[in-house]
């Protein structure tokens, strides 16, 4: 009788099943938007990933990723802020884990603001303040920080696929950020 090995990441789903999961039902993800603030806890500036996309173009993005089965939210933000951002980052995670918003994302465009052709994703969406240094890994080529109106400009968000320029906008938003 063979002696089953288990599964080191039982969390995760092989590429197959993953697949066949997105035809079937919604994707639960953690997005995270890293700001750096001021004394008086203004937002002085706004980090933004830049990544190649499957279409070998460069876009900009947000700190992103699934959230594992079994595993807190919480944990599964600080996961992805630590992969995207790096070890040294420094991530404040709030104390209450309530999101400031909540994307849909759907697999047919024009069915909302947020799109993604892989799956339907709900996203819990968080403003989470950086203090340490960060080095971007993973898929990340470089974190770049900007101001809140470069941040939120039609130039920027451009740059952004699936509508997340404006969950970067309506987070600033929140913050009061945009004057």
Request: with cysteine; aromatic share 6%.
């Amino acid at each position: 009788m063979a002696v089953r090995t288990p599964d080191p990441n039982p969390g995760w789903l092989s590429d197959d099943e993953l697949q066949q999961a997105r035809e079937r039902l919604p994707i639960l993800y953690v997005e995270a938007i890293p700001v750096r603030l001021d004394g008086l806890g203004q937002v002085t500036e706004v980090g933004l990933l830049l990544r190649m996309n499957a279409q070998s173009e460069m876009t900009r993005t947000v700190v992103s990723g699934r959230v594992m089965r079994g595993e807190r939210v919480r944990d599964a933000l600080y996961r992805h802020l630590e992969k995207d951002l790096g070890a040294m980052a420094f991530p404040q995670l709030p104390a209450d884990p309530t999101p400031f918003h909540i994307a849909e994302y759907f697999p047919l465009p024009g069915d909302g603001i947020y799109s993604d052709d892989r799956q339907h994703a709900v996203s819990l969406c968080y403003i989470v303040p950086v203090t340490g240094s960060c080095e971007p890994r993973q898929d990340a080529l470089e974190l770049t920080w900007l101001s809140p109106e470069a941040a939120a400009s039609e130039l920027v968000t451009s740059e952004m696929e699936g509508g997340r320029g404006a969950l970067v906008r309506a987070a600033l938003a929140r913050l009061g950020a945009l004057r």
